[in-house]
């Protein structure tokens, strides 16, 4: 661990934060295989500020987007805070971060590639996040994300359009162990403009309807009523 501490000041660069303890950021940075590895006492990984850094980050992704988009329903909000906080995201942000050249990770995780998995990187950044937390509070941490999430935030509403159908899949597998089928129920309107209405069901249930220009955005509108009435059943 104590090689860590002469690289940090380039960390906090690329973060823009200074820590006050960089005794937390250290933490931040140390994979449950590592600590194995080095046989660090219990608490010493980043678990436990990757939990708390998971509930920041929620906190303020729900106040950008709160700001950025005052039009926007609870459950659009809700979405697209899903989609910028997927595992994937955080991952790109991480590298783009450079972040694997700092986490501490056991020689065999290293040997699999280990700093440069996804679930590793995100992790780790959620770690960070818990850290600045602690280290300097809200207004710190808030000020770290608005800027590492510069570039995401104006995607999050057509990124969670995209993403209305693949998340009705992996909720619908989840709760009914099915996949939804599409089908296209009408076609109205000239041929140079049609209007298409497509239906969603799982099984024999019906979960929505949807209309657009084509049938790929009638179905995503089908698919983004689903999720209203199947969120709400949960």
């Not at 998971?54 to 992704?61: E, F, K, R, T």
């Not at 959620?126 to 000020?143: M, N, P, R, T």
């Not at 995209?162 to 597998?173: C, F, G, I, K, V």
């Not at 979960?207 to 969120?231: F, M, N, P, T, V």
Request: glycine share 8%.
């Amino acid at each position: 661990m104590k090689e860590l501490y002469p690289r940090l000041p380039e960390l906090e660069r690329r973060l823009g934060v200074r820590f006050r303890d960089p005794g937390l950021l250290v933490q931040a940075l140390i994979h449950r295989s590592y600590a194995a590895e080095k046989k660090l006492p219990p608490g010493a990984d980043n678990e436990r500020l990757e939990f708390l850094g998971d509930a920041v980050l929620s906190a303020v992704i729900t106040h950008l987007l709160f700001e950025r988009f005052p039009e926007a329903s609870e459950g659009e909000l809700s979405r697209m805070r899903a989609w910028l906080v997927r595992e994937e995201r955080l991952a790109r942000i991480a590298e783009r971060l450079g972040l694997f050249e700092f986490v501490l990770v056991s020689r065999g995780e290293a040997r699999s590639g280990g700093p440069k998995k996804a679930s590793i990187l995100a992790g780790a950044l959620e770690a960070v996040i818990g850290a600045i937390y602690l280290d300097g509070g809200y207004g710190k941490v808030f000020e770290c994300l608005r800027r590492l999430f510069a570039r995401l935030l104006p995607q999050a509403r057509r990124g969670m359009e995209a993403d209305y159908r693949s998340r009705l899949q992996e909720l619908t597998q989840a709760l009914f162990r099915e996949t939804p089928t599409y089908e296209v129920v009408s076609e109205k309107g000239p041929s140079h403009a049609p209007i298409f209405e497509v239906e969603v069901r799982v099984g024999e249930r019906v979960l929505g309807r949807g209309k657009g220009r084509s049938k790929k955005e009638a179905a995503q509108e089908a698919a983004r009523k689903a999720l209203d009435i199947l969120e709400k059943e949960k």
